[in-house]
């Protein structure tokens, strides 16, 4: 009887072994980390780890209870973690006007409420920068002590239409006082050791069919309008992440825009962090990895699969995997 818990030990030896000979995040370089990367590893560190479209319409028509097996109730999603290679998951949670968790924690009786701050709209009404890195230093400060890594905010879309319901979240009608005042709330969250993720990048000014709404615009009215804003915040605050949007611009899902996501946030204003889509955004896994979007979320089985498939088939350089992981691994 006591040769069997030996021989499970010696089955688990090799395994244990290779573990710990692996190259960590915390001691090794991005490089040595992907390098020790299998296909797998990379797909599921590129997408979230949440549900497939059709078990979230189950737990929306409430025919299925949401998981409680996460870091942090009632936060949006999280990353895969690879404990082998020493990398943590990252747990993501909005919003732009406070943290927004769940209240409650299994097997807890306190209550975790975090601060409701007035709108985006009432905080750039003061034009005061001071005052927005002072409420972004306390909405890190509440995200910290709370485990959330990363919040996705500042919204900071123009507020084109007085119908657009989303407004609330965003600063302004006027691109440089959305800029100042979201790259303000950018230091002070961050100041906090604690990510933001600017959004919804970009020209997102509407809510009415925002899954295929096809917005035309001029390059010179993107650049000087509808760009401007996220380009002072990306100069001056340089944010950890930035979300892609969910509509198109003439014709193409700005998460499959590889001129929006490398050409213009990274080549022209210099951003250093990783773009993820918004929760279900884009059409084609394939071309979002192509174009530059690193993280896809929530996260699908879907989206795995076709990443995987694609790189198998030659369709998709396992290059362009390394490449969309190491922008993550960098804020990790």
Do not use: C
């Not at 390098?35 to 025919?63: N, P």
């Not at 005052?131 to 919204?155: F, H, N, R, T």
């Not at 970009?202 to 996220?230: C, D, S, W």
């Amino acid at each position: 009887m006591k040769l069997l818990p030996l021989a499970m030990v010696l089955l688990a030896f090799p395994a244990w072994i290779a573990a710990q000979s692996a190259p960590q995040l915390s001691t090794h370089t991005n490089e040595e980390v992907i390098a020790a990367m299998t296909t797998e590893e990379k797909a599921r560190l590129l997408v979230g780890t949440g549900v497939s479209l059709s078990e979230l319409m189950e737990i929306l028509q409430g025919r299925k209870a949401p998981d409680t097996d996460v870091r942090v109730l009632g936060a949006a999603g999280e990353t895969a973690a690879i404990p082998r290679l020493g990398i943590p998951s990252l747990v993501l949670a909005d919003g732009p006007a406070g943290l927004r968790i769940a209240p409650q924690r299994p097997g807890s009786n306190k209550t975790y409420y975090a601060t409701a701050f007035p709108i985006a709209s009432l905080q750039a009404a003061t034009w005061d920068e001071a005052l927005l890195q002072q409420v972004g230093k306390a909405m890190g400060q509440e995200a910290k002590a709370y485990g959330v890594d990363l919040i996705l905010a500042p919204g900071m879309n123009i507020q084109r239409n007085a119908l657009g319901g989303r407004n609330f979240e965003y600063y302004s009608e006027d691109p440089l006082l959305t800029g100042k005042m979201a790259a303000a709330m950018i230091r002070g969250v961050q100041s906090s050791g604690i990510g933001t993720s600017v959004k919804h990048f970009a020209a997102n000014n509407h809510e009415t069919n925002r899954f295929g709404m096809n917005v035309k615009v001029q390059p010179r009215a993107l650049r000087e309008i509808y760009l401007r804003g996220f380009e002072i915040a990306v100069r001056e605050a340089q944010p950890w992440t930035v979300m892609s949007s969910y509509n198109k611009i003439n014709g193409t899902y700005t998460s499959q825009r590889e001129d929006l996501l490398r050409e213009v946030l990274r080549g022209d204003w210099g951003f250093e962090g990783f773009v993820m889509t918004d929760w279900y955004g884009g059409q084609d896994p394939v071309a979002q990895m192509q174009a530059g979007n690193n993280l896809l979320m929530p996260g699908t089985p879907e989206q795995y699969e076709a990443i995987l498939q694609a790189v198998e088939d030659g369709q998709l350089d396992e290059t362009v995997l390394d490449r969309n992981i190491e922008d993550i691994l960098d804020i990790i």
